[in-house]
């Protein structure tokens, strides 16, 4: 099986512009979640989504949006992008949001100049 | 906010044994896990502590105190591929998980 998916693997993205960060599971998980990750500060949660229809902020969710229309997508929209954006963007899942481990796809690494 | 920390580096030799120290301050807790993560690659599941003790995986153990808010892994045998990060994560009283910065451990010949 696939797992968890992302898409695109990197990209170079202008200052002001809009991008979305794609992810896919294939395992059913009721439970999804962003995350960043950038030296020195370890994964932070952006948003996340404990089933199909419901999302909430983590951490860090300003200059982030989030939907959650079915349970295998859960994209991550950056509406303008601004340089301290640049990060490693990690998506993940879990079969329950409260109990269970939390599977990481391959990330996103983007760059905003 | 929520308060994990371990050494940023470690350096060990292949065969060895090395131990990643992790203490935490969190608001509630319901469980530990310790992630590793090759350069340029996904976090991967390596255990799960939610009572004190000592969990044992093959080469790797896990340690847990939930009064002295610390934990462990324990990593024998050390192999060259076992250079990785690796990650605790505290999931605090909002079931969301806390990550510390990560320990780079580099295993030598």
């Known amino acids: 099986t696939a797992g968890i998916t992302q898409a695109p693997t990197s990209q170079i993205l202008a200052a002001g512009r809009s991008m979305t960060l794609r992810c896919t599971q294939d395992?059913?998980?009721?439970?999804m979640y962003w995350y960043r990750q950038d030296l020195g500060l370890g994964l932070r949660l952006i948003h996340y989504?404990?089933?199909?229809?419901?999302?909430g902020k983590g951490e860090v969710p300003d200059g982030y949006s989030v939907s959650r229309a079915n349970t295998d997508d859960f994209p991550l929209t950056l509406a303008s992008a601004v340089p301290s954006q640049t990060s490693v963007y990690f998506c993940?899942?879990?079969?329950?949001?409260?109990?269970?481990?939390?599977?990481f796809g391959p990330g996103t690494r983007l760059t905003v100049l | 906010g929520q308060n994990i920390d371990q050494p940023t580096e470690m350096t060990a030799t292949e065969g060895a044994i090395v131990q990643i120290n992790c203490t935490y301050q969190?608001?509630?807790?319901?469980?530990l896990f310790w992630y590793q993560q090759h350069a340029g690659e996904a976090p991967t599941f390596l255990s799960y502590?939610?009572?004190?003790g000592l969990e044992e995986k093959g080469r790797f153990s896990s340690f847990l105190s939930r009064s002295k808010g610390y934990s462990y892994l324990l990593l024998k045998e050390l192999q060259m591929k076992d250079s990785a990060s690796y990650l605790c994560?505290?999931?605090?009283?909002?079931?969301?998980?806390?990550f510390g910065a990560g320990t780079t451990v580099t295993v030598r010949a």
């Open positions: 993940a899942s879990s079969e329950a949001g409260d109990t269970d481990t939390q599977y």
């Open positions: 395992m059913r998980h009721n439970a």
């Open positions: 989504s404990n089933t199909a229809g419901t999302t």
């Open positions: 969190t608001s509630g807790f319901n469980g």
């Open positions: 502590n939610v009572l004190d």
């Open positions: 994560a505290v999931r605090d009283g909002d079931y969301k998980l806390s």
